[in-house]
């Protein structure tokens, strides 16, 4: 064996790492960590896997079988991300410009508490106009610098802290039934509630910034997944019309995310149509989808974009939804969960002690 031989091996086993962890239930943050950058991971996965057959001579078995799993890994990664790419079926219907009862748009912001560039954020809202306005991560001055924005958003929701985990909710329509709730841990807040269209329609909100599995935040994705799973059951049971959206601290493509869905039946509109990318505005090359707005599949979509960047570490999200309950006949909810998945999710919010 020659030294390139042994680069390129030592290489690959390294590579393999990522996709084993990921594959596992294991819900220390280093692990869950892997489920984050999937895309990365494909693409390094590629570039070994070329250097991988330019190295090998493939005259023994150990050459064929690192190609292989380099190539299971490969397969394995490409399979969880490719629903968010236009090579799929969009899960979420296109509005097509008739029979219109009620539309909504939303605009989600993780402003990062030490940003002081207000004027960023403040602009993006008077350009695209959103009817609801969540920021994260605001503390009071926050509160005080979006503090203009009451003559347009008469409808708050205030919550300012100082632990990266302060919230706040504007609306231009009605908001009733508020609630506050700290579902999983004393210090970490989320808002549920309904919001009344203009044609009257009373929609359930659901908005979430719950704890990321990080050295620096929570030794596992416990409390995380508890928090997302809970309210996904919920929702389920609920049966009405939701939207829930925030910084979930989650990629779309995680076990936990994806059995939020089943759980709770509400719909991607990312599917089929990219990844929207929101997180880590400062490294082009390692950015995933943080920022989520889910709804009932009574919800077609008008309009999905990323904002600029207001000098946070997150681009603020922008969705714009028309109420059309006919578009239930046409729009399949995710598969529902399985007996394993329901006892996997069971356990997950018990070991997070809801309140």
């Given at each position: ?30 692990v869950r960590g892997f489920d984050f950058p999937r895309i ?20 023994v078995v150990w050459h064929l079988i690192i190609l292989g ?87 708050t929701v205030k919550i300012p802290k100082d632990n990266f ?191």
């Open positions: 064996m020659n030294i390139s031989e042994i680069i390129i091996t030592i290489i690959s086993l390294i590579m393999l790492v990522p996709t084993i962890a990921s594959m596992t239930k294991f819900d220390q943050w280093w990365q991971i494909s693409v390094l996965t590629v570039i070994v896997l070329i250097f991988a057959i330019i190295t090998y001579s493939f005259d799993l380099l190539l299971t890994s490969f397969f394995y990664q490409t399979i969880k991300i490719l629903p968010y790419t236009i090579f799929s079926k969009k899960q979420v219907l296109a509005y097509q410009k008739k029979n219109s009862v009620g539309t909504i748009s939303i605009l989600v912001s993780n402003v990062l508490k030490t940003n002081r560039n207000s004027e960023k954020l403040i602009s993006h809202v008077y350009k695209n106009q959103p009817d609801l306005l969540l920021t994260l991560e605001t503390d009071c001055y926050w509160e005080n610098e979006l503090k203009e924005l009451e003559i347009d958003y008469p409808f985990y302060g919230m706040h909710l504007f609306s231009k329509l009605q908001l009733e039934e508020i609630e506050v709730k700290y579902i999983i841990e004393s210090d970490i807040p989320s808002i549920h509630g309904y919001v009344r269209l203009e044609n009257g329609q009373k929609i359930k909100i659901h908005c979430l910034h719950p704890k990321p599995p990080s050295p620096t935040e929570n030794d596992t994705s416990t409390n995380r997944d508890a928090e997302l799973l809970l309210v996904g059951k919920e929702v389920k049971k609920d049966q009405e019309s939701v939207l829930l959206f925030g910084d979930l601290n989650d990629v779309a493509w995680s076990r936990t995310t994806q059995l939020f869905q089943k759980l709770s039946g509400l719909m991607d509109p990312r599917i089929g149509r990219g990844f929207f990318n929101t997180f880590n505005v400062g490294y082009a090359f390692l950015r995933w989808p943080l920022d989520h707005v889910f709804h009932t599949n009574d919800f077609t979509l008008i309009e999905l974009k990323r904002l600029k960047s207001i000098d946070s570490d997150h681009f603020p999200m922008f969705i714009k939804l028309n109420y059309e309950p006919r578009a239930e006949n046409m729009q399949d909810e995710p598969e529902e969960a399985n007996g394993d998945e329901k006892d996997w999710a069971n356990e997950k919010i018990a070991n997070g002690k809801p309140k």
